[in-house]
């Protein structure tokens, strides 16, 4: 048997309630296949913020290499602006730069019983958009110039960005269980080219690495079409990949399609690390009444385990959330569980027990 | 009686069907307000570009100036790339810098009948996308640097830009016809300000623009919630002003909720010349075979009028198309109307008429 090491960061507001009914789920689910959970608490968010300045604690970026993953909270830090008018804070450019997770791989798949606002059945949507993590025009924080008369910001893309998050879309292509309609593994590029060079520079890049993998279907999408095909025929699409920007707000998009941003996990993975979270906020207005949605939070453990090399019980956890949903035991309104954070954590674990 | 000079580009692949049937229909409306209507054909797209090399001929900007307004049916150029990838021709970028038209609008209107991916009825959609046309990424355009290794393109705004393109928006909430869905006129805010310098310099000049209308409410939505919201909640939108990168792609999103680019029509205004155009392709296949539909260049002609002093006469284009609509007149069948294009374009004349 072995121990899965799991760094956790509770993270604000609901953070808390999320990421203990993630840990339910995953403990569960790692002894359903004969292993063992080891948690390890990082701090980060709100309080370290206020009592450091920063906020992430010390070390962790080094811990979270030697981690199996690393579990994080929506956090909520104190909406301080520097002179520019950004955002001091932001908790995610500190990970996703400090630990290079290259990868930010968001999953969209509508499940049985989630009132959307499209016609869309369970089945009709599942694919992943995988959005790169490091450069392209997020890269330009703290960076861009301005006065009072005008503002430059720059959009970046590397040879090795670019490859090293394609080759991350093509290989989750060849191994996802998940399928768009025609059941054909896809990834799709999606880009302006017809307009930008570094657009461009993206494609000619994904065109490289298609070459290397003749047994994954490959096509292409530019940015307003695919906005576009996302809303209207999103059961095309299997695995998508494009530059941070774009992958923000298409992510965003998919999330409305399938529910909100409470369906949403991701993964931000790196070479050497990796961490695991919702896609939306810490909901301070929510926090510590049992009123949120706990599925992003649980299926972000469930990619977790994908990554930890254990997919069979990230399968199992997603297995339990789709058969809650199915049967009926987890109903959403306006977005929040019925019965309640916890009766939701309990659904899904009385699921893994059996299953 | 007035006489309306309007200099008409009518496009490639189905663009003369379509500026064929906004003809029709703008004669018959200029004639219902006691006017005339005087056609100047102008040379622009495929063959104009394979004649000479150029997308538009020459002298049309200058005499742009000098018309009520310029319809232009879709173009398609041959697809030629440059050494960096990018396309050569881009008629929209010749005239939108040549003409300086820095507030592209596009209205997204749910009409009766039409059916779409989503749930909503008429009346729950209906908002302007206010795309700047001049600057941001988009001028980035045969500017950005690449080699083989990275590529760069820049993303600019002035303050000149910006002020003008908000000032566009806020006067549009307070004179269009159209409301969201509680009636109350607002403009809303579209950037990354959170993130990106530039984006927090066009939240500023917003705000500062924003203190001149007391009378219309303002928000902010960063970019990617206004993706999410406007799949999850298009009924609370009525203007929504940004940069021209986003409003290429929220534009596109939007338009699939409203059943499609064929819907779409489009302005592009600057101080002194205005152009009309629907903001989809030209769809060879379609060409010459009466299966297009005509509406987004029918609406386009109908905000030609707006902005020609004749806004009654734009309100009864569209009245028309709304009731031809209505009254089941008009049906599409996967985007296409069920008798052909000029069926449409009887149709819509008819009820100019009787109205
Ligand atoms: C909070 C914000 C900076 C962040 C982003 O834009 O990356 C969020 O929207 C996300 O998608 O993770
Ligand atoms: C054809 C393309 C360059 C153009 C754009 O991106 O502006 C189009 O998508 C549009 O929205 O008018």
Chains 1, 2 share one sequence.
């Not at 199996?68 to 830090?77: E, T, W």
């Not at 399609?257 to 939306?280: K, Q, R, W």
């Not at 009926?328 to 299953?355: I, K, Q």
């Amino acid at each position: 048997a072995r121990t899965l090491t799991i760094g956790v960061i509770e993270g604000d507001g609901i953070g808390p309630e999320l990421v203990a009914s993630a840990v339910e789920v995953l403990d569960a689910a790692v002894a359903g296949v004969g292993h063992r959970l080891e948690l390890v608490r990082e701090d980060g968010g709100a309080d370290t913020y206020r009592r450091t300045g920063e906020a992430l604690a010390p070390g962790v970026l080094d811990r979270a290499r030697g981690y199996d993953g690393l579990l994080k909270g929506p956090v909520g830090l104190p909406d301080v602006r520097r002179p520019d008018g950004t955002e001091a804070g932001l908790l995610g450019g500190l990970l996703r730069g400090g630990l290079d997770t290259y990868a930010n791989v968001r999953p969209m798949r509508l499940l049985p019983g989630v009132a959307t606002p499209t016609r869309y059945a369970p089945g009709d949507i599942d694919y992943v958009i995988v959005r790169e993590n490091t450069e392209g025009l997020y890269l330009s924080r703290g960076v861009g110039v301005r006065n009072d008369r005008a503002a430059v910001d720059q959009l970046m893309m590397t040879r090795h960005g670019v490859e090293r998050v394609v080759r991350h879309a093509f290989d989750l292509a060849r191994t996802r269980r998940g399928a768009p309609v025609d059941g054909v593994s896809r990834v799709t590029c999606v880009d302006k080219s017809n307009v930008l060079r570094s657009f461009a520079f993206f494609r000619e890049i994904f065109e490289e690495v298609a070459a290397d993998y003749p047994d994954v279907e490959h096509d292409f999408r530019y940015a307003d079409a695919a906005a576009h095909d996302l809303v209207a025929s999103p059961g095309h699409f299997d695995v998508l990949v494009m530059e941070n920007f774009l992958g923000d707000i298409l992510s965003d998009l998919g999330a409305a399609t399938v529910g909100g941003l409470g369906m949403c996990p991701s993964a931000n993975v790196g070479a050497d690390a990796a961490y695991f979270e919702p896609i939306h906020g810490s909901a301070p207005s929510l926090a510590g009444r049992d009123l949120a949605n706990p599925v992003s939070q649980v299926l972000a453990g469930a990619l977790l385990l994908d990554h930890a090399g254990l997919p069979a019980a990230g399968d199992a956890v997603r297995a339990a959330v789709h058969g809650a949903f199915a049967d009926g035991a987890v109903r959403l309104a306006d977005g929040r569980p019925e019965g309640g954070t916890r009766a939701v954590t309990a659904a899904v674990v009385e699921r893994l027990a059996a299953g």
